[in-house]
């Protein structure tokens, strides 16, 4: 028998979650090991190839603003970029890039392959080894024994996993790769409770067999927004690539409903629960019989490739009737398929099982992140990796967690939602999700999350420095402009005719002329001849400051209310059977879930107000009584 390799923390899955947990664990100061099935999924994108889009492009600037590496790729790897929902308030403003996917892969490998304390190992792993409770190592199915104090689960689609279309079933993971078959069991075994969830992805077709003049162009932005905020405009400017947008149409949907007794979604074949706001084409022909078409996005795989990529149709339809079905589509006449849409089956966990540090609850060092946590979409799976590899290495060090609040960042309402609500189907994120969205904008993940960065040290000084200028500098412009006074003179009717802004009669402060909706910062430049020069994310913060300070300063008072919550901890010992008043299902719900503070109890379903009230109620006669 060989001696066993020593290492600090195993990652076990090089998904998106793995690459940001390993990165984090090793940038750390951990001697960390990878795990992938195969070195040619790490950061694979099996599924839709870009990063970000609405809600999802704030968990990238905010993986970013802690120290991660996902927006620091899509900027080196992007073809197209363009900021989504700028009609409506900064608040939900959401960056989305489409990515050359073998390249975005291709980048995380190599930045892998350069970390120090980080190895890459090509392996499955069947076995966690632990005692009293306590992770002590892992086992891979070759033999190989490594131990460590701390294992990261990222597995993302791959446990147990299997592709279907019509009754064609391979035990498959994404893109026909090899599945992970035997740690489900181990994991069993432990005492972990899985659930079958269901996703799936579209076809892909040879650019070459498309019609492009019977579908509309889809441009990126010609004013560039990098997701890292290490990076500039002018650094990753390049040309982009042209997407176009398709529709659906009464044959495509004639074609599906004749064939609904052959999509194993309806005939029973699928088990898993599928994703409720990425519904397969077939899902959504049943659920929206009202509507008479449904938008799909063409859009390109990479620079080096023909295939195309046709976003918004999913499906898990035998081939031929997928054929028949893409054909009736506008520009799609003639497409000749390379790769056919397929469902993907997969054991994930139930996430009550983790603390809200992704630790779980009874087994000490085993952490768990990404789409094996119940979550869908890459920049969830990659947030959460961020922190279970931050807090694997807090935990080794003996250091309290990192726990984002929902006041926090979305990372914060993703974690806290899964972790005390649970989902009983792929959990995805939306700007819905986050009640404090004003205060959780994509443009401000900075000033938010880097010091958190800066302290466990995944953010360099010199970053954190330049933080703290740009600080400084919106502070000293925002004060300027509250007591510069605009007069009523010619030039000043003049540029508010302009934007048909009503005429001012006396003299006012330039912040308030800001305030009104027509106008802006900029807008109003020649009116200000003091004006210093500042770099476009200072003045977008000074802008977004002042015009919306009544509603920003009216969420941050609810912010405190939510914090007086939030900071009422309950005891980790604590036994709701004992409590008296607390209804039956309350009693079992926390019991399970053991939430960390009042606040997290508050949010857990089927804990109503009234048991919170008893639970404060308890609290006061424990602190009376010591």
């Known amino acids: 028998m060989y001696e066993a390799q020593t290492i600090d923390i195993a990652v076990i899955g090089g998904g998106h979650a793995g690459c940001e947990a390993a990165l984090a664990a090793a940038r750390m100061g951990k001697k960390t090991v990878m795990f992938a099935i195969t070195l040619d999924s790490i950061a694979m994108m099996p599924c839709n190839p870009s990063i970000g889009g609405s809600s999802k492009g704030h968990l990238v600037r905010e993986i970013d603003a802690l120290g991660g590496q996902m927006g620091k790729n899509i900027d080196k790897t992007y073809i197209q970029t363009k900021m989504l929902n700028t009609g409506k308030g900064p608040a939900v403003y959401s960056l989305r890039a489409q990515a050359d996917k073998n390249k975005y892969h291709q980048e995380m490998k190599h930045t892998l392959e350069q970390t120090e304390n980080l190895q890459i190992v090509q392996a499955e792993i069947v076995e966690i080894l632990t005692e009293n409770n306590t992770v002590t190592g892992v086992v891979t199915a070759g033999g190989a024994l490594y131990r460590c104090q701390a294992v990261v689960l990222c597995m993302g689609t791959y446990m147990k996993s299997r592709c279907l279309n019509g009754n064609n079933v391979v035990e498959s993971g994404p893109n026909n790769l090899m599945p992970a078959t035997k740690l489900s069991q181990c994991l069993k075994d432990m005492g972990i409770t899985l659930f079958r969830f269901k996703t799936g992805t579209p076809a892909r077709m040879n650019k070459r067999s498309l019609d492009f003049s019977k579908m509309e162009p889809q441009y990126g932005d010609e004013n560039i927004v990098p997701f890292s905020f290490t990076n500039q405009s002018a650094d990753i400017a390049r040309e982009q690539v042209l997407c176009w947008l398709t529709y659906t149409n009464e044959n495509t949907h004639q074609v599906i409903q004749d064939n609904l007794h052959r999509s194993p979604l309806f005939s029973g074949l699928i088990e898993g629960t599928g994703p409720r706001y990425c519904p397969s084409i077939e899902d959504k022909v049943v659920r929206f019989a009202d509507k008479e078409r449904h938008q799909l996005f063409v859009e390109p795989e990479g620079e080096n490739t023909e295939e195309m990529y046709i976003q918004g149709m999913s499906s898990s339809l035998p081939e031929d009737v997928q054929i028949a079905m893409y054909r009736t589509i506008p520009g799609l006449e003639h497409c000749e398929i390379t790769r056919f849409a397929y469902a993907i089956e997969y054991d994930c966990i139930d996430a009550t099982q983790l603390k809200l540090s992704l630790e779980f609850k009874d087994i000490a060092g085993l952490f768990s992140a990404g789409q094996f946590n119940g979550s869908s979409g890459y920049e969830e799976a990659a947030a959460q990796g961020l922190i279970g590899g931050i807090n ?67 953010i360099d000084e010199d970053r954190y420095q330049a933080l703290l200028e740009k600080q400084r500098l919106i502070e000293q412009e925002i004060q300027r402009v509250k007591k510069r006074s605009i007069a009523p003179n010619p030039k000043t009717l003049e540029v508010l005719a302009t934007y048909q802004s009503t005429p001012i009669q006396s003299g006012v402060k330039l912040s308030d002329l800001m305030k009104r909706p027509e106008l802006d910062y900029e807008k109003l430049s020649p009116l200000d001849e003091e004006r210093p020069q500042l770099p476009d994310d200072v003045k977008e913060q000074v802008n977004i400051q002042i015009k919306y300070e009544g509603y920003i300063g009216q969420q941050m008072k609810q912010v405190e209310q939510f914090q007086k919550l939030e900071n009422r901890m309950l005891p980790a010992d604590i036994d709701y059977e004992t409590i008296q008043g607390l209804r039956l299902e309350a009693r079992q719900k926390l019991n399970a879930i053991r939430p960390r503070s009042i606040g997290q109890a508050s949010r857990i379903t089927g804990v109503s107000p009234a048991d919170i009230s008893v639970l404060l109620i308890y609290m006061e006669q424990q602190k009376r009584q010591m």
């Not at 006041?407 to 959990?427: C, M, N, Q």
């Open 392 to 458: 694997a290495v807090r935990y080794l060090d003996k250091k309290e967690p990192i726990i984002l609040q929902r006041s926090d960042g979305y990372i914060g309402v993703l974690i806290d939602d899964l972790i005390s609500k649970g989902s009983k189907e792929p959990y995805r994120m939306m700007t819905s999700r986050a009640e404090f969205r004003l205060l959780l904008r994509q443009d401000n993940a900075d000033q938010r999350l880097t010091p958190i960065g800066h302290e466990i040290g995944l």
